[in-house]
């Protein structure tokens, strides 16, 4: 239960809802997210690769993008609040 809690908190913090599309994470941080991508892996089956940018023609940046299914799956395992009903982020 406390990686779903982390992941969570993950897209709170670094992510983003994609209008009932995808997920995308964002970071400036390579490792972390493909540790993300491992963790993720555990709910939807698969190693989700990252994709690089360079900002300012320096500066790297990494995204991670789930696809509609990809996220039906990681919200789906999201508890639900204390009466039944499922928390913000799954709708």
Do not use: W
């Amino acid at each position: 239960m406390e990686k779903i809690y982390y992941v969570l908190g993950v897209i709170i913090t670094d992510g983003s809802l994609k209008n009932k599309r995808g997920i995308m994470f964002h970071s400036g941080s390579k490792l972390f997210l493909e540790d993300i991508s491992v963790l993720i892996s555990e709910f939807i089956g698969v190693i989700k690769p990252l994709k690089e940018y360079t900002q300012r023609k320096v500066y790297k940046s990494y995204q991670l993008y789930l696809n509609k299914v990809e996220r039906q799956l990681i919200l789906s395992n999201l508890p639900t609040c204390d009466n039944g009903t499922r928390a913000v982020l799954s709708y």
